[in-house]
Each structure stands twice: as structure tokens, then as C-alpha cells.
């Protein structure tokens, strides 16, 4: 069986099989993220092969605007979304749960930079030595309050991955890694990680030198 269906198959299982409710939870809400993951490459296999929008839509069974504009970067002939690698994924899961225990309307760019100073990758020990630490960084965070859309991230978060996603594709790389989310949450329009480590006073020279930008 491909990895993915083995994430999804396995994550499926210790969810159901699980009687701790919070794990239970946990486990889904990574199944979750396999699933939307899984949906996105059998949409673009689709639209590769011929399928219309159209067909799309009516097997997800949505409208044909909606998988338009879910998916339409997905068609053949435009660029090619970058998957997230597994410590990108688990920066953006961190940070939405940052985001959820303050109350926060929506997952903001200091939100995003502390989930992946805590995501434990090597990103995040190299942010360490300039004096960025999640704990740190953590008492400096704004008020968060990015407009949500209908996936529960805020605007200025998908303007986040978006430029990750560029950045990651300016250097070459097959997977946004954490430390093109880190690079470009310093560059969020909400200005909240920015002002974080401004606050710390760490350096965004620093950090785009530690991070080899």
C-alpha cells in the first residue's frame, strides 16, 4: 500500500481504536489533513487525465464553482502546488493550536513562526542560537486577530504558505520545509511575527542569515 494510504488507513484505525478522547481527536485531526492532502493529488491525477471541473465537482459532490476555485491551481498547464513536508505540516498543526488557545479569530504570522520554533526541526535550534525560542517568542504574541475564511486560517496565514511555497520553489526544493514558513511569516502583512522578534531583540537580519536567505 502507497505511504499515503497507509497515514490514512493507520491514523483511521488509532483514532477509532483509542478510548482517550483528546487523542481521539488529535489522531482525526491528522487524518484530516492526510485526507485533504490525498483529495488534492486524485483531483489533479483527474484534471491531468481530462476530466472536466465538472466531473470533479459532481464526485466530490460540489458545485463546479467551488471545485473551481478550491482546485483550479491544480489544472494542467499552471503551477504545480508544493506538498509540505512532515515538520511543515506539524509547524502549521502547532500553530493552529496556538492560535485556538488564545482565543485568537485566526492563525496569524507569529502564530505560524512559533509553530515552527516548536515543531523541533532543525530550523528551530538554529533560531536558537540568535535567542528565538518558543517560549520566547510565545509571551510576545499579538492579539491575532486575522479574518478567517472558510478553512478556519486567517487571510494573512494562506498569504504565509503562499510565499513559503515561492520561496521553497525559488530554491529548489520538492517540499516547503519549515524554514520558508519561518522566512516568510517575517514578511506577514499582519506584521505579528515581525514585531515579535523585534520585541525579543533578535535581528531579522539574524534570522534570514540563520536560515541561509
Same mark, same amino acid.
Not at 49 to 70: D, E, M, P, T
Not at 101 to 120: M, N
Not at 144 to 150: I, K, L, N, S, V
Given at each position: 500500500?502507497?505511504?499515503?494510504?497507509?497515514?490514512?488507513?493507520?491514523?483511521?484505525?488509532e483514532?477509532?481504536?483509542?478510548?482517550?478522547?483528546e487523542?481521539?481527536?488529535?489522531?482525526?485531526?491528522?487524518?484530516?489533513?492526510?485526507?485533504?492532502?490525498?483529495?488534492?493529488?486524485?483531483?489533479?491525477?483527474a484534471?491531468?487525465?481530462?476530466?472536466?471541473?465538472?466531473?470533479?465537482?459532481?464526485?466530490?459532490?460540489?458545485?463546479?464553482?467551488?471545485?473551481?476555485?478550491?482546485?483550479?491551481?491544480?489544472?494542467?498547464?499552471?503551477?504545480?502546488?508544493l &506538498?509540505?513536508?512532515?515538520h +511543515?505540516?506539524? !509547524?502549521?498543526?502547532?500553530?493552529?493550536?496556538?492560535? #485556538? %488557545? @488564545? /482565543?485568537?479569530? *485566526?492563525?496569524?504570522?507569529?502564530?505560524?513562526?512559533?509553530?515552527?520554533?516548536?515543531?523541533?526541526?532543525?530550523?528551530?535550534?538554529?533560531?536558537? &542560537?540568535?535567542?528565538?525560542? +518558543?517560549?520566547? !517568542?510565545?509571551?510576545?504574541?499579538?492579539?491575532?486577530? #486575522? %479574518? @478567517? /475564511?472558510?478553512? *478556519?486560517?486567517?487571510?494573512?496565514?494562506?498569504?504565509?504558505?503562499?510565499?513559503?511555497?515561492?520561496?521553497?520553489?525559488?530554491?529548489h526544493?520538492?517540499?516547503?520545509?519549515?524554514d520558508?514558513?519561518?522566512?516568510?511569516?517575517?514578511?506577514?502583512?499582519?506584521?505579528? %511575527?515581525?514585531?515579535?522578534?523585534?520585541?525579543?531583540?533578535?535581528?531579522?537580519?539574524?534570522?534570514?542569515?540563520?536560515?541561509?536567505?
Amino acid at each position: 500500500m502507497p505511504a499515503p494510504q497507509h497515514r490514512i488507513c493507520r491514523l483511521a484505525d488509532e483514532a477509532a481504536a483509542t478510548r482517550d478522547p483528546e487523542l481521539s481527536l488529535s489522531k482525526l485531526r491528522e487524518l484530516r489533513d492526510e485526507l485533504v492532502a490525498f483529495e488534492r493529488s486524485r483531483v489533479s491525477q483527474a484534471l491531468r487525465s481530462g476530466s472536466s471541473f465538472s466531473s470533479v465537482a459532481k464526485a466530490l459532490g460540489i458545485s463546479r464553482q467551488a471545485a473551481h476555485r478550491r482546485y483550479r491551481e491544480l489544472a494542467p498547464g499552471t503551477a504545480q502546488p508544493l &506538498a509540505l513536508s512532515t515538520h +511543515a505540516r506539524r !509547524a502549521i498543526q502547532l500553530a493552529r493550536k496556538e492560535a #485556538a %488557545a @488564545t /482565543g485568537a479569530r *485566526g492563525v496569524t504570522s507569529a502564530h505560524l513562526l512559533l509553530g515552527v520554533l516548536k515543531s523541533g526541526a532543525a530550523v528551530s535550534r538554529a533560531l536558537e &542560537a540568535v535567542g528565538l525560542t +518558543a517560549a520566547t !517568542a510565545r509571551d510576545c504574541l499579538g492579539t491575532g486577530d #486575522a %479574518a @478567517t /475564511g472558510e478553512d *478556519g486560517d486567517g487571510g494573512v496565514a494562506r498569504a504565509v504558505l503562499a510565499e513559503a511555497a515561492e520561496i521553497a520553489r525559488a530554491r529548489h526544493t520538492t517540499y516547503v520545509e519549515p524554514d520558508h514558513i519561518a522566512l516568510a511569516a517575517l514578511n506577514g502583512t499582519d506584521g505579528d %511575527a515581525l514585531q515579535a522578534i523585534t520585541a525579543l531583540g533578535v535581528s531579522p537580519a539574524d534570522v534570514r542569515e540563520r536560515l541561509a536567505c
